[in-house]
T-cell receptor, first 110, second 121 residues
Framework: QSALTQPPSASGSPGQSVTISCTGT?????????VSWFQQHPGKAPRLMIY???KRPSGVPDRFSGSKSGNTASLTVSGLQAEDEADYYC??????????FGTGTKVTVL | EVQLLESGGGLVQPGGSLRLSCAAS????????MTWVRQAPGKGLEWVSA????????YYADSEAGRFTISRDNSKNILYLQKNSLGADDTAVYYC??????????????WGQGTLATVSS
């Protein structure tokens, strides 16, 4: 199972929006509405930000939103704040009872 | 409060074995599937394995099938990961996570802080 493809980096100024893409195949992203997004600060454990494409766990600001079209999922962070600077990983359930992560995107707040 | 605490990492000789533990508290352990995810230094997240709440069903990444063994002791609320014949590419922080959701909706909602395993002579 190959990793999902994400852009290595993305950036935006405080208050702006940034969107991160996550491209897979019909065997993972395109085949299931089981895409999650995780935020990871340096030296810390990942934190669940979005699950089932667009649902937010309690405690996650509504500035974070998810969507999917075909084999590509997206995470949008609106109203960027300094604390949003982190690595972001998408993930998806995949065929044959496996799970795959994306390659990761480093978000920089300018 | 859900807590997951990994242990068992450290320096391991090439060709040696690794047995990681993840002690869970704050929830009904047997009611949740659990999973292991690893992250090599400076690299991305890599899913390794998962196990059902009862321990009856186990799942592995294609690349790791037959190399890792996941298990759990529901009487002690502990998750395990075992691997033999370690190589340098097994050097990583190993995280355990709780799996919420139903069916194939695997939602990794709580994570431990991770334990670093370094394979080196």
């Amino acid at each position: 199972q190959s990793a999902l493809t994400q852009p290595p980096s993305a950036s935006g100024s405080p208050g702006q929006s940034v969107t991160i893409s996550c491209t897979g195949t019909s065997s993972d992203v395109g085949g299931y509405n089981y895409v999650s997004w995780f935020q990871q600060h340096p030296g810390k454990a990942p934190r669940l930000m979005i699950y089932e494409v667009k649902k937010r766990p309690s405690g996650v600001p509504d500035r974070f939103s998810g969507s999917k079209s075909g084999n590509t999922a997206s995470l949008t962070v609106s109203g960027l704040q300094a604390e949003d600077e982190a690595d972001y990983y998408c993930s998806s359930y995949a065929d044959s009872s496996t799970f795959v992560f994306g390659t990761g995107t480093k978000v920089t707040v300018l | 409060e859900v807590q997951l605490l990994e242990s068992g990492g450290g320096l391991v000789q090439p060709g040696g074995s690794l047995r990681l533990s993840c002690a869970a508290s704050g929830f009904t352990f047997r009611s949740y599937a659990m999973t292991w995810v690893r992250q090599a230094p400076g690299k991305g997240l890599e899913w390794v394995s998962a196990i059902s709440g009862s321990g009856e069903y186990t799942y592995y990444a294609d690349s790791e099938a037959g190399r890792f063994t996941i298990s759990r002791d529901n009487s002690k609320n502990i998750l395990y990961l075992q691997k033999n014949s370690l190589g340098a590419d097994d050097t990583a922080v190993y995280y355990c996570a709780r799996v919420a959701g139903s069916g194939w909706s695997w939602i990794f909602d709580y994570w431990g802080q991770g334990t670093l395993a370094t394979v080196s002579s």
